[in-house]
């Protein structure tokens, strides 16, 4: 960290004691990092604050493991083939490396990011020159690999998916990079590893992972954009403006969602009222009622006109009247409205599928979480226990981190019985 920086011994300590104006001897710093002493809690705040590190990630992650490493997240690469090229060749040397349990990009540099995505033409894709000549159907059997792709993260999840599709991008781009192939086949790889970082992403977002997702998004919108697919890249924004909201940053959510909204261009209504209701989730985390009730009303709208004989992305398939009904009920819940928002929940896990156990597991804790709202604690112990098998079959750290809070907001001690099993039960998973 002290070398990317170019930062001194010196310059450590007097950023660790500006806040207090202690003193500041450099041999305090030569400590932490030879001797593997740690910083007392002053000075990691301040160390913290001065690299953009929210404190709760400090709390949570412990020393050092909170400390940026020396791969940042690198965004500058050229909107055109060669640059994105670059962007996923960067993203798979260092995303399944990167362990950090924090976002490495705040929100403004996403918000510049989500600009200049709006506002570039694409190029087009230049035919690559070099290699064995790839053809259509070589691309098609390897497009046909993505539904099974889909499932599979969705039913392993994410932990257990993410080294599958890192190695599913490698096998594309390397494709990118070393084959020959015309401009149409080349949109259409480029579209396929779009997808591929966006699937790798969620599935290190589900694993905890943030600084990993944000590496498989930025790349993934690059390549989205160099494809000309403006859907698919609205969609990569979609996922990290939920990873804003996660972390806290509300307003960044907002304008990643808007954005979204805004440069999809001409989409089918289902893929709009997708794009609508994580704009009305921002919304909701920023506490704008009256705007998350018209991005919901009009996602509502979109979502009547949907039809089946529509020709929505591939990609969209999760997006059912399920999927609806659950993201409506979380708006509800944040804005503290929990009858509404069980309302909503309970038509949700009435029309879910078995098979799709993380989703499930989801808003099973998020309508436990609604039930303790609503004074209803006993069913919320009930259906927190329901929940944890179903974490068991699809591991996902933020299920588990759900699934934790929602027995802190519970009204009863470690040492009421009605707790003692669901206690027992969520020692199984790791947060």
């Known amino acids: 960290m002290r070398d990317e920086r170019g930062w001194t011994y010196q310059d450590v300590v007097d950023i660790a004691a500006r806040p207090t104006r202690r003193s500041a001897d450099r041999r305090k710093a030569w400590k932490w990092e030879h001797w593997g002493v740690e910083p007392d809690a002053e000075s990691q705040a301040a160390l913290a604050a001065e690299l953009g590190i929210p404190i709760r990630e400090v709390h949570r992650i412990g020393w050092p493991g909170w400390l940026p490493d020396g791969n940042p997240v690198r965004t500058g690469f050229p909107w055109t083939r060669a640059g994105t090229l670059q962007s996923l060749d960067d993203t798979l040397e260092h995303a399944m490396l990167d362990r950090r349990g924090f976002m490495k990009l705040g929100g403004e540099a996403l918000t510049v990011l989500a600009g200049q995505w709006?506002?570039?033409?694409?190029?087009?894709?230049?035919?690559?020159?070099?290699?064995?000549?790839?053809?259509?159907?070589?691309?098609?059997?390897?497009?046909?690999?993505?539904?099974?792709?889909?499932?599979?993260?969705?039913?392993?999840?994410?932990?257990?998916?993410?080294?599958?599709?890192?190695?599913?991008?490698?096998?594309?781009?390397?494709?990118?990079?070393?084959?020959?192939?015309?401009?149409?086949?080349?949109?259409?790889?480029?579209?396929?590893?779009?997808?591929?970082?966006?699937?790798?992403?969620?599935?290190?977002?589900?694993?905890?992972?943030?600084?990993?997702?944000?590496?498989?998004?930025?790349?993934?919108?690059?390549?989205?954009?160099?494809?000309?697919?403006?859907?698919?890249?609205?969609?990569?924004?979609?996922?990290?403006?939920?990873?804003?909201?996660?972390?806290?940053?509300?307003?960044?959510?907002?304008?990643?969602?808007?954005?979204?909204?805004?440069?999809?261009?001409?989409?089918?209504?289902?893929?709009?009222?997708?794009?609508?209701?994580?704009?009305?989730?921002?919304?909701?985390?920023?506490?704008?009622?009256?705007?998350?009730?018209?991005?919901?009303?009009?996602a509502e709208t979109q979502m009547a006109r949907a039809a089946t004989t529509d020709d929505d992305p591939a990609w969209l398939e999760y997006f059912d009247p399920a999927e609806f009904h659950a993201q409506t009920a979380t708006c509800y819940a944040d804005l503290r409205r929990p009858r509404l928002a069980e309302v909503h929940f309970t038509t949700a896990l009435g029309l879910m599928p078995p098979a799709k156990g993380r989703d499930l597991a989801t808003y099973t804790i998020q309508s436990a979480r609604t039930h303790i709202a609503l004074g209803d604690a006993d069913h919320a112990v009930h259906l927190l226990e329901r929940a944890v098998p179903m974490i068991t079959a699809a591991p996902s750290q933020r299920n588990a981190a759900r699934s934790a809070a929602a027995r802190a907001e519970l009204p009863f001690t470690a040492q009421d019985p009605k707790v003692q099993h669901l206690d027992q039960l969520l020692a199984t998973l790791a947060v």
């Open 118 to 298: 709006l506002a570039e033409d694409p190029e087009p894709v230049a035919a690559a020159l070099a290699g064995g000549r790839i053809d259509a159907q070589l691309v098609a059997d390897l497009e046909d690999g993505l539904p099974r792709l889909r499932r599979l993260e969705a039913r392993l999840g994410g932990p257990r998916a993410r080294h599958l599709l890192a190695a599913e991008l490698d096998t594309v781009t390397s494709v990118l990079k070393e084959a020959s192939y015309t401009d149409p086949v080349g949109q259409r790889l480029l579209r396929l590893g779009a997808e591929l970082a966006r699937l790798a992403g969620w599935s290190s977002f589900d694993a905890g992972l943030h600084s990993a997702a944000q590496r498989y998004w930025t790349a993934g919108l690059r390549a989205a954009h160099t494809a000309g697919d403006r859907a698919l890249g609205a969609n990569i924004l979609k996922s990290l403006s939920l990873q804003c909201c996660d972390h806290g940053l509300v307003a960044p959510a907002l304008d990643l969602a808007a954005t979204a909204v805004e440069g999809a261009g001409d989409v089918t209504p289902r893929t709009r009222a997708m794009l609508l209701l994580r704009q009305a989730r921002a919304q909701a985390a920023c506490g704008d009622k009256s705007g998350c009730d018209r991005s919901l009303s009009e």
